[in-house]
């Protein structure tokens, strides 16, 4: 069973520009997290997406976001980029049917804003 | 609101050592624990989850244990391997939601 993919896996952009990333979950799995993780902050939680619904949100401003389609294949979009989005982009899916399942992740994409 | 802190921040040990790294956490309602690995540059291996229901829960060299009513975690390597070096992260839900709030890791080093 393949497991999650990401693309791209490097992205070099400037400030002001925006960036969108994409991740296809595990197959079969419906529920598809993403994290930022920086040296300073760690990982945190962006939100999620279940079946085409985000079904939870971290604490990010505006600019970020996402959606999902009816494949689970789930895109971010981060707007008028900073210098502080630079960060390993991890996303994660389960199967989102239970409070018990494993999480798996991606490689990540890395963003390096200049 | 969920915090979660790993104690020590790094570790270095030579080859062969059994170890065991530590994870709190503030809100003790969890219905599960992950463990996880990180290998520097990549994205994370699940190693172990623990079902809130359970306390123990192994794999291979690997043992982990959750201790829900003192808010602790014990992530335990039995004769460690310097292949084992990495980053080790734990991760407690955030209320009953699928957010995983994450402590900011353990790093491993195991010396040949």
């Known amino acids: 069973k393949a497991g999650v993919t990401q693309t791209p896996r490097y992205l070099i952009k400037t400030r002001g520009q925006q960036v969108t990333l994409s991740c296809s979950p595990i197959?079969?799995?419906?529920?598809v997290s993403w994290y930022q993780q920086t040296p300073g902050q760690g990982l945190q939680f962006l939100f999620e997406y279940f079946s085409e619904t985000q079904r939870n949100k971290g604490n990010f401003p505006g600019r970020f976001s996402g959606r999902q389609f009816s494949n689970s294949r789930s895109e971010m979009n981060v707007s008028t980029l900073e210098l502080g989005d630079s960060a390993l982009y991890l996303c994660?899916?389960?199967?989102?049917?239970?409070?018990?399942?494993?999480?798996?992740f991606g490689p990540g994409t890395r963003l390096l804003v200049l | 609101k969920q915090e979660v802190t790993q104690i020590p921040a790094a570790l270095s040990v030579p080859e062969g050592e059994n170890l065991v790294l530590n994870c709190s956490f503030t809100d003790s309602a969890i219905y599960n624990l992950q463990w996880f690995r990180q290998d520097p540059g990549k994205g994370l291996t699940s190693l172990l989850l623990?079902?809130?229901?359970?306390r123990e829960q192994t794999s291979g060299r690997l043992n982990a244990s959750l201790d829900k009513s003192s808010g602790r975690s014990t992530l335990y390597i039995a004769a460690s391997q310097p292949g084992d070096s990495a980053t080790y992260l734990c991760a407690a839900p955030q209320g009953g939601s699928e957010k995983l709030v994450f402590g900011k890791g353990t790093k491993l080093t195991v010396n040949p």
């Open positions: 197959s079969g799995h419906r529920s």
């Open positions: 623990i079902q809130s229901s359970q």
């Open positions: 994660a899916s389960s199967l989102g049917l239970a409070k018990w399942e494993t999480q798996y």
